[in-house]
């Protein structure tokens, strides 16, 4: 399908894609980009989308050079945007559950069974709540310039069907290394336990944790269902926005040009991939389908007990997001 989003605050006025090569200086440079999963997944797909159509419209005079699986933090997606803040990484394709140690509000995306479909994620991110979100992050000298898409995230298991909170009860449930998930998978009485994505595999393949959370596309391309992943309930209980940002002082030196090259690359690789992840979704689905998975939907009361399970959780995150950006993106979920 066709996406359409909404430039946000600091894309107004631009006007496309740059159609011919820039006339930058005569010294070529090389800027890194991170990105926490390889080019297998529509994430790293978009890190490179983002290089290749740099290098081909400054005519190689510009380069972004891509480090995929969290190489340039050891492994510690939740210390990149510490990385890229201080200079150790130029720039990256980013997670705003990674990010959101650093910046608070990223959390809005995160607080549980508050977005309910991909026409409230693009009201958000393309109106006046998606605009203090940018705000919010070049205010920690970090230049946002698009957003991607990793996508709802689902829950998997290897004991059976989750159509209830009480089926959480005594989970251990693998979670990134934010306390908003801990609280979320508390309230549902499950037993959230963090680790890094790279200690998360085998922890599933010995059991050491009964389940996970992710999109679809990281449970189809990392074969989740093959370390004894075989029950899978969509509830959509919270969106993961990536986000192309380019360090401060690495935007400072650069020019003009070359920043208006970055930001229109970076929304049109933004928009590529977005569309690309949500158009793939139905197949993945049948795909995780085909190999055995039991796939279990909600209905929309199954779905309003979670809603009522999580309110505390929402509650107490709130104020901590910031009460006027939580207003701002209910009023764009309401009129979407």
Do not use: C
């Not at 009522?308 to 509650?315: L, P």
């Amino acid at each position: 399908m066709m996406l359409t989003r909404h430039m946000s605050y600091m894309t107004k006025g631009l006007t496309g894609a740059v159609l011919i090569p820039l006339a930058f200086s005569a010294q070529a440079r090389e800027l890194s980009v991170s990105t926490v999963l390889s080019d297998a997944f529509p994430w790293g797909q978009a890190a490179e989308k983002w290089a290749e159509l740099v290098e081909e419209r400054s005519g190689g005079e510009l380069t972004l050079r891509v480090y995929p699986n969290s190489q340039l933090v050891s492994g510690d997606q939740t210390r990149e945007f510490s990385a890229m803040r201080s200079g150790l990484i130029d720039a990256a394709v980013g997670s705003t559950i990674n990010w959101s140690p650093q910046v608070p509000e990223l959390n809005l995306f995160s607080l549980p069974f508050f977005i309910p479909d991909e026409t409230a994620v693009d009201a958000i991110t393309g109106g006046e709540a998606g605009a203090m979100v940018f705000e919010a992050i070049e205010s920690r000298g970090v230049i946002p310039l698009a957003w991607g898409e990793n996508g709802f995230r689902q829950v998997s298991n290897s004991r059976g069907a989750i159509t209830e909170p009480d089926d959480l009860d005594g989970l251990k449930i693998r979670v990134v290394g934010s306390p908003l998930f801990q609280d979320t998978f508390n309230a549902l009485g499950a037993d959230p336990t963090q680790m890094s994505w790279t200690d998360a595999q085998p922890a599933l393949t010995t059991g050491a944790v009964d389940g996970q959370e992710n999109p679809l596309s990281v449970f189809d391309v990392a074969r989740i269902d093959q370390v004894g992943q075989q029950h899978l309930t969509l509830w959509n209980y919270m969106n993961d926005p990536l986000i192309f940002a380019v360090n401060q002082q690495v935007w400072q030196t650069l020019s003009e040009e070359q920043q208006t090259l970055l930001r229109e690359t970076a929304l049109e690789a933004g928009e590529w991939e977005t569309a690309m992840t949500r158009e793939q979704e139905s197949e993945r689905l049948a795909a995780i389908q085909e190999r055995g998975v039991t796939v279990t939907e909600l209905t929309d009361e199954q779905y309003q007990t979670f809603v009522d399970a999580t309110q505390s959780v929402y509650e107490k995150w709130a104020p901590r997001i910031g009460e006027s950006l939580v207003e701002a993106a209910q009023i764009a979920i309401d009129g979407r």
